[in-house]
């Protein structure tokens, strides 16, 4: 299947357990598009290689501002709430998603290539690399459900 989102990406569907990345592919859309938002925040537990990425008590976060990567970095230890920045390159990890019928695929060709990464870079191509606003994806699959109780 091939589905067009709210940003008028075209999205070619290789896995339907990657549902959740195309809600949130639209959420900030809309976000940008709709409400004119200059910062947007996105929160999910997207992927079960966060956990193999920064561990099960830090939450993974990927942003296109280093200084609001840092800012939830230093305001994690303060809280409690870790967080642990993912590499942000687009120009290296993007290409995971090439489609041959539509502007991307909505799941990694190769999962050993930055898998988190790769996932919240999905969500933030609805808003563009060159978007001028400060995007910040933070995946917290693993610390939501550690030990015996959710965060």
């Known amino acids: 299947d091939i589905h067009?989102?709210?940003?008028?990406?075209?999205?070619?569907?290789?896995?339907?357990?990657?549902?959740?990345?195309?809600?949130?592919?639209?959420?900030?859309?809309?976000?940008?598009?709709?409400?004119q938002a200059d910062i947007i925040v996105d929160v999910a537990s997207l992927t079960g290689a966060?956990?193999?990425?920064?561990?099960?008590?830090?939450?993974?976060?990927?942003?296109?501002?280093?200084?609001?990567?840092?800012?939830?970095?230093?305001?994690?230890?303060?809280?409690?709430?870790?967080?642990?920045?993912?590499?942000?390159?687009?120009e290296l990890h993007f290409s995971e998603f090439n489609s041959a019928v539509a502007d991307s695929k909505n799941s990694v060709a190769d999962r050993n290539n930055a898998q988190s990464s790769c996932a919240g870079l999905f969500i933030g191509s609805h808003l563009g690399f060159d978007w001028p606003g400060v995007w910040l994806h933070v995946d917290m699959a693993a610390p939501a459900h550690v030990g015996e109780r959710a965060t």
């Open 4 to 35: 067009k989102l709210y940003s008028g990406r075209t999205v070619e569907i290789n896995n339907t357990d990657a549902e959740g990345r195309l809600v949130l592919g639209d959420g900030v859309a809309y976000a940008s598009k709709d409400l």
């Open 50 to 90: 966060q956990g193999i990425s920064v561990g099960k008590y830090h939450a993974a976060i990927l942003s296109n501002n280093e200084q609001w990567e840092q800012a939830c970095v230093t305001a994690g230890q303060k809280s409690g709430d870790l967080v642990h920045p993912l590499p942000y390159c687009p």
